[in-house]
């Protein structure tokens, strides 16, 4: 199982960490919020909470510096649904001087105030975790997020979709899917042809893993294995669909 260190306590010299930024994302364009640490200091990430008029209708996607890519669009809906109620089991690390930048695209005919409020440890607060994994011996691990989006045709029966695993061995401990109608889709999973979840709607997917709950035990993604997820749409419209999740690189 991939550890955590408990009953952690932040040093008497922290901040809280929640910087946030609002956006108007034009109809049908993009905007992008770039964040830092305080004073250009190193933060650990543990919650993005975004939020608009019309969840559904922006897509977001994330960077590192404007080069490495965390995640492709995906519906802010889902950003949210995975965020909510729950932070990463262990933070993203964003070191000094560097920082994460967002962009939001508006799928929609109006323009959306969009913002976006990042959760996490400040610079002591991050040192002080990473000492204490060290002392314990033990490495801290490492988020890596899993998505995909497609559209889904209206009336479609188990239409696969792909999701891009990696390349590396990670465990996906959480997951959050979002339509533009959850009530009229269901979903299952399959990792390397092996179902891993049978089909259920979209509201019992996300329920499983409400209230910060995680997988009792953990789905194991192999590098570079194929994951699909397959979707059926009882709307008489085509829907898009977006899945978001956490999963974590370990060794020891």
Do not use: H
């Not at 009953?7 to 830092?36: C, D, E, H, M």
């Not at 004073?39 to 994330?62: H, K, W």
């Not at 709950?213 to 009882?234: D, H, M, Q, W, Y």
């Amino acid at each position: 199982m991939i550890p955590t260190i408990k009953n952690f306590t932040p040093p008497g010299n922290a901040s809280p960490y929640n910087p946030a930024r609002t956006v108007t994302v034009p109809a049908g364009g993009q905007a992008q919020i770039k964040l830092k640490g305080r004073s250009a200091d190193v933060f650990g990430l543990t919650r993005i909470l975004p939020y608009c008029s019309n969840l559904a209708g922006i897509e977001i996607e994330a960077r590192l510096n404007n080069e490495r890519i965390l995640w492709e669009p995906v519906q802010l809906s889902a950003d949210r649904e995975l965020f909510v109620d729950s932070e990463l089991l262990a933070p993203l690390i964003i070191q000094k001087n560097n920082d994460i930048r967002f962009t939001l695209t508006n799928t929609t005919g109006a323009d959306i105030d969009t913002n976006i409020e990042l959760l996490g440890y400040d610079g002591p607060t991050l040192r002080k975790l990473v000492g204490i994994y060290d002392e314990k011996a033990i490495e801290m691990p490492t988020p890596v997020f899993l998505f995909a989006k497609e559209e889904i045709a209206a009336g479609a029966a188990n239409q696969g979709v792909a999701i891009p695993s990696k390349s590396v061995d990670l465990e996906l401990l959480r997951a959050a899917i979002r339509t533009d109608s959850d009530d009229d889709m269901t979903v299952s999973l399959e990792i390397y042809n092996e179902t891993v979840k049978n089909s259920v709607f979209v509201q019992q997917f996300n329920d499983e893993f409400s209230n910060g709950r995680r997988s009792f035990v953990p789905i194991e993604v192999g590098k570079n294995v194929p994951v699909t997820l397959n979707a059926s749409n009882a709307n008489v419209a085509a829907q898009t669909l977006s899945f978001f999740g956490e999963g974590y690189v370990y060794e020891n």
